[in-house]
């Protein structure tokens, strides 16, 4: 947790798993020094959610999507080389 709050710029003594719930609209706000690479990924991302860095997915901002009774995965790759 005291590695995403560094990385966010939401360094609280007050920030816990019961308390950061709804903390996402203080990450990474100009006041603050945080990670811009990390906030670079999570502005890009679906739903604004990336991990982006270790333990980003402390204070419910996990970006994992969970599939039951999945049977395949395609994945299709654009060039390499011109």
């Known amino acids: 947790m005291i590695a995403a709050a560094f990385n966010r710029g939401a360094m609280s003594n007050s920030l ?3 308390t950061c719930q709804n ?3 203080t990450f990474y706000n100009s006041g603050q020094v ?5 906030q670079f990924f999570h502005q890009v991302s679906s739903n604004s959610l ?10 419910n901002q ?6 039951t009774a999945t049977q395949s995965v395609a994945v299709t790759l654009g060039k390499f080389f011109s």
């Open 16 to 18: 816990d798993d019961a």
């Open 50 to 59: 990336a991990y982006a860095f270790p333990y980003d997915d402390v204070c």
């Open 23 to 25: 903390a996402s609209g």
């Open 62 to 67: 996990n970006p994992s999507i969970g599939l």
């Open 34 to 38: 945080f990670n811009p690479w990390a």
